[in-house]
């Protein structure tokens, strides 16, 4: 396969994504007969490298979980390309999915809803070795305490259940869970976006120790720029679906190239004094991906948009350095 | 200084639970001024929301203000009855909330909504409450005033519908907006612009505006003064570059230091060890003392308040000495 030979010459490419498609079919009207389709994900591409971290940042609505959902085939992509160390999860099926989903996991937004109240922290944390290992009883119940201790939690919780425990412990057990079968990557999904600042500074720190221990690589999902900076070492902007922008963290924090990845710089609210100036204030809203603008999806509400803008669509172009971008500046 | 739009003294609030009596606010003190924008912040469950609601006397069922006095110019709310409060809510005092959606009315349109309000608190004929509605829609910058105001609230984005209740909270021309968490739901582009808007509100609207929000950031970028709060405690206060800039108090730099920032990266955030009490223990003594990294025996006694300059103060022991109060 040429595409196993492309992915050997750069071994140290964990997760390739080759022009990702996700459609969403909406059907509305009278008795649904209109078909609507919302395209969540548009043609991404990108790379992971192994113990890397990609920071995936965007608006609501901008696709970014899809993506991630999209690579564990959470939701089944519409077209493209995933590659796992080289094999293409997308045409994998049966057991060998199923092998392959011990490598890849996700922890979600909102530990509230992802983890299941009816069942004790050693069912929920315990499930994964369930169904994939052949472990007794025993020494399920051994690596819970061991996982338990290793996100920072004592082995005593695993008769709690969920209501007993704070966002950020819970958020603590949904990480256990998702190393439980000792993964080679993770999909972090806002993984605190639902914390206190102070409870997300420990989960943080937590990730990030974890990440240098487990050798991990991490799919970081945020809204928040700052956030995405602080822990990425690539970040990948996404609008409407598309990465708009994409290079090294500091990269595009010191020389941000698209309109929009440096409107949202500064629409972010910082604690730091020397970066609080002159903002880009955008108008309006995301557009509704079912329905995006032709040319640059972004030309609506572009301060520097041109004519050219409205009708032809910018490529991701190579700047220097692997910064590119996707704009006709 | 000039006399305070609103003055907050020893504010307590308890709940009663199953679990026993919750001690939600222990003692606030807190002063807005006119045409003031204060920043009230705190992690969840520290009592700023019940603070903004204590204002209007809106404290959910269960709950109840024990002892405290909230003057609102010179009048103590708490001691007036009911039919005062009306006269007050969303007249004098406004109130904004996290989620539009859900603040807002399904059934009627926004401009129906408007009307209400100004048809309860003041006497005009439909032209010209029309007309009114009309003008609070440009005070917003709602795009289209005309055709918005015959929508629901379902036609419009997120944005728009902050923009819409702060179109409504404005409408009697009230003296303070009470903005509970008002960006928090919003994409950062776009709140930039709520916050943008509010800044401006002020200036030309002359209201002066209690900003509550867990993000520190929007503090620095908003607000003039800043209160910081802990479990039910203002425990420092003063000018934004003052506070959070050289803050004093050990909770306000645990907070700053557990904020990532574009300046933090490579540096590890400082988790803050511990949890936030429950409230279900009296507060006896400062009660950031089991958390504190200076903690000191002292620290079992309620903290005194210091005045760091005139107008920033610290409720900590550790600049004690030229106490005063």
Known sequence: MSEKEQIDTQPDVQVQVKNLVKHFVQ?????????????AVDGVSFDIRRRGTLGLVGESGCGKTTIGRCLLRLVEPTSGEVYFEGTNVLGLSGSRLRRLRRDMQ????????????RMSVLGIVGEPLQTHTSLSHGQIRDRVVELLERVGMSGDHIYRYPHEFSGGQLQRIAVARALALN??????????????????AQVIAQLMQLQRELELTYLFISHNLTLVHYLSDTIAVTYLGKIIEYAGADEVFDNPLHPYTQALMSATPSLDRELRQQRVMLSGGVPDPANPPPGCVFHPRCPRASDSCS????????????HLVTCHL | MDQPLVEIRDLRLQFRTYAGIVHALNGIDLEIYERDMLGLVGETGCGKSMTGLAILRLVPRGGEIVSGSIRFRGEDLLTQPESYMQQIRGARIAMIFQDPSASLNPLFTIGQQLETVMRRHQQADKREMRDRALELSKVVELPDPARILDTYPHELSGGMKQRASIAIALSCGADLLIADEPTTDLDVTVQAQILDLLRRLRETQGVAILMITHDLAVVAETCRR???LYAGQVVESGPVDEVLYEAKHP????????????????????????????GLQPLEGCAFGPRCPHAMETCAQPPPRVSVTPAHAVYCFLYDGSEER
């Not at chain 1, 059907?27 to 395209?39: M, N």
């Not at chain 1, 999909?187 to 102070?198: F, I, N, Q, Y």
């Not at chain 2, 909770?251 to 429950?278: E, F, N």
């Open chain 2, 226 to 228: 800043v209160a910081v």
């Open chain 1, 27 to 39: 059907r509305t009207g009278f008795l649904r007969r209109k078909p609507r389709i919302v395209r």
């Open chain 1, 106 to 117: 996700i922890v979600f937004q909102n530990p509230y809803s992802s983890l299941d109240p």
């Open chain 1, 183 to 200: 993964p080679k990557f993770l999909v972090l999904d806002e993984p605190t976006a639902a914390l206190d600042v102070s409870v997300q």
């Open chain 1, 311 to 322: 009708h032809e669509e910018p490529q991701l172009v190579d700047v220097g350095n692997g």
């Open chain 2, 251 to 278: 909770y306000t730099r645990a907070l700053l230091q557990a904020s990532p920032r574009r300046s933090s990266r490579g540096q590890p955030l400082l988790a803050i060890p511990g949890t936030v009490p429950s």
